[in-house]
């Protein structure tokens, strides 16, 4: 079993930048990798970043040029760094890791493991 904790959400100004965190637990199998989701109150959950084994990367349109994610693979670990931030971009973020597999339903992919969340409040 793989436990995922994230770390560094917190309160920000618009224009503000935070870096939240993800750490695995234990090893994770397959070649899926990552990932990033939030969900805003009221809206459906989005996908925000994904990271592979091998580091390609893939971002929502919405955060597309100002967050980065990154990964330690030795520390089991990765990384999303939120800069330019916008009160649209409130949420809670929760980090998903492990074999993924896509939901047509969703309409995005779903990891096997996901971390209990961090509030982000962007304010105006």
């Known amino acids: 079993q793989v436990r995922l904790m994230e770390s560094g959400g917190g309160s920000v100004q618009a224009g503000g930048s935070l870096k939240l965190s993800c750490t695995a637990s234990g090893r994770i199998s397959g070649s899926c990798g990552m990932a990033w989701y939030r969900q805003a109150p009221g809206k459906e959950r989005e996908l925000v970043s994904t990271?592979?084994?091998?580091?390609?990367?893939t971002y929502g349109d919405s955060v597309k040029g100002r967050f980065t994610v990154s990964q330690d693979n030795a520390k089991n670990t990765q990384y999303l760094q939120m800069n330019s931030l916008k009160t649209d971009d409130t949420a809670v973020y929760y980090c998903?890791?492990?074999?993924?597999?896509?939901?047509?339903?969703?309409?995005?992919?779903?990891?096997?493991?996901r971390g209990q969340g961090t509030q982000v409040t962007v304010s105006s």
């Open positions: 990271i592979d084994t091998v580091g390609t990367t």
């Open positions: 998903a890791a492990g074999p993924c597999y896509y939901d047509d339903v969703a309409g995005m992919y779903e990891y096997q493991y």
